[in-house]
C-alpha cells in the first residue's frame, strides 16, 4: 500500500484523503457545471419558443397578405396590424370572424341565389338563422317595407 503524504495547507494528509479532497472538488465543479448547462437549455427553450411564436405570427401575416392580394381587398386589409395586447385580441377577432362571415355569405349564398338558405330562413352552412335576411328584414323595417313588400 501507499503511504505516500501529502502537504496542504501545512497539513500532512495521506494520499486517501488527499483524493478524497480532490473528489470533492471535482463533485462541486460538476454541480456548477450542470446548473450552467440546465440555464443555458432553459434560456434556449425559451428562446425557441419565442421564435416559434414570432415564425406563426409571421406566417398568419404572410397568408393574410397573400389573401387579401389575391381577392384584392381594401389597402387597410394589406397593412400589417399593430400587435394588440390581451383584451384587444377577442374584440378584434369578433370584428375580422363577422367580416369573414359577410364576405363568405356575399360570395356563396347572396351571390349566387341563395344556395345554402333553407325556404325556412336557416343558413345550411352555419344551421343558424341567416343573417343577411335579418339584416335586409331589419334594413327594410327602418324604410317602412316589409320583408315581402316590393320597394
Known sequence: MNNRLVVVRGRALSAAQDLALEHVALVGRLGRLQQRVTEQ???????????????????????????????????????????????????????????????????????????WLEPDGQCRRTGQACDRLEDETLSAAARGAGPSDPE
Request: aromatic share 2%; proline share 8%; glycine share 6%.
Open 41 to 115: 437549455l432553459q434560456a434556449g427553450a425559451r428562446r425557441q419558443a419565442a421564435l416559434e411564436a414570432e415564425n406563426l405570427r409571421l406566417r398568419c401575416e404572410l397568408v393574410r397578405m397573400r389573401t387579401a392580394v389575391a381577392w384584392d381587398l381594401r389597402p387597410a386589409a394589406l397593412q400589417s396590424p399593430s400587435r394588440p395586447g390581451p383584451r384587444a385580441v377577442a374584440p378584434r377577432v369578433d370584428a375580422e370572424m363577422r367580416e369573414a362571415q359577410s364576405v363568405i355569405c356575399q360570395t356563396g349564398c347572396a351571390g349566387h341565389a341563395h344556395p
